[in-house]
């Protein structure tokens, strides 16, 4: 595989210590814990990642740490929004729970920020939705490039929902959060292959316009 420029990659590891950062509010919800005992919650994380996540975590005011051994806990506000997030779980009547990651890039800081609010802002307007959270990254900059990318949890109605989720807002990173089984329907199946092969078919018609544009661009430079 080749390798990631330093963009890519800072903006990679910015998008995965975020997603540490859920993992290690999920583990926190059930008490306080010690670094060791996140260790032996979180077996894949090495040591290193999770102290950068944690300290992360502590300036953004998302984690306290009291007592000896240190021991860390959700913040107030924190815990508050849990408790916000239980009362909408009580009325959500829809299917499927789900945690993305909507990334972006752009060589204009103001035009990135617009257009990631943009997608925000429809994405809370609409109603096939219901959302439990959402935040906007800061925007990091390398190379004359911005770099941001929005993290929400959210529940959709349907599969179909969640294709035209992937599809119309450009979700790059999807975690299923429930339910354990899901049985798809046949009208709700065929939805959903519908939506991937009118997805499919027009970026088959945009390939085929660029195509011809750069045709008509290279005979047009020919002397």
Known sequence: MPELDYESQKLKEKVAQAELQTIIGKALKSGPKTEDELLQAIPDVKYDQLISALKSMLFLKLITKDGYPV?????????????????????????????????????????????????????????????????IADI????????????????????????????????????????????????????????????????ATMIYQLRQENSQLSRLRKP
């Not at 806990?73 to 499927?96: A, C, P, Q, V, Y």
């Not at 909507?102 to 920020?113: A, M, P, Q, V």
């Open 71 to 135: 021991k860390y806990s959700l913040s107030k506000e924190i815990l508050d929004g849990l408790s916000s997030k239980k009362k909408l779980s009580e009325i959500d009547k829809n299917i499927l729970k789900v945690a993305i990651l909507i990334e972006s890039k752009s060589n204009d800081k103001g035009d990135l920020r617009q257009s990631m609010e943009k997608i925000a802002d429809a994405l809370k307007n609409d109603k096939e939705y219901l959302i439990y959270s959402l935040d």
């Open 140 to 203: 990091v900059l390398h190379d004359e490039l911005f770099s941001t990318f929005i993290s929400a949890e959210l529940s959709c109605q349907s599969l179909n929902s969640l294709f035209r989720l992937i599809y119309f807002y450009g979700a790059t990173s999807v975690e299923i959060l429930k339910p354990d089984k899901f049985t798809v329907g046949i009208a709700d199946l065929q939805q959903t292959a519908q939506i991937i092969t009118d997805m499919t078919h027009g970026y």
